[in-house]
Nanobody, 115 residues
């Protein structure tokens, strides 16, 4: 059973940057999709960014141009670099993995953007 553990969240001022990490417990080089979702207070969970095994990426319009999703296969880790953060980016960020027909979620890491 693959497990995902997120890290890197915290409090950051508007305009600042964060890099979130998601470490998988086992090798996921044959995965279909890895992604970052987020859920703000009182709102539904939304997709932020995806990356597939060919390193093709996609981004939500709300973060496009400010965020970069990437992966390090050797470390079984996917990253989300977020720049020029805004208060509306405040949310719990969840890592997601689809591998072999199985969907796996991390427990989330909180990002708070506030002055």
């Amino acid at each position: 059973q693959v497990q995902l553990v997120e890290s890197g969240g915290g409090l950051v001022q508007p305009g600042g940057s964060l890099r979130l990490s998601c470490a998988a417990s086992t090798s996921v080089f044959e995965f279909n999709v890895m992604a970052w979702y987020r859920q703000a207070p009182g709102k539904q969970r939304e997709l932020v960014a995806t990356i597939n095994s060919a390193d093709n990426t996609n981004y939500a319009d709300s973060v496009k141009g400010r965020s970069t999703i990437s992966r390090d296969s050797a470390k079984n880790t996917v990253y989300l670099q977020m720049n020029n953060l805004k208060p509306e980016d405040t949310a719990v960020y969840y890592c997601f993995l689809n591998v072999g027909g199985l969907n796996v979620w991390g427990k989330g890491t909180l990002v708070t953007v506030s002055s």
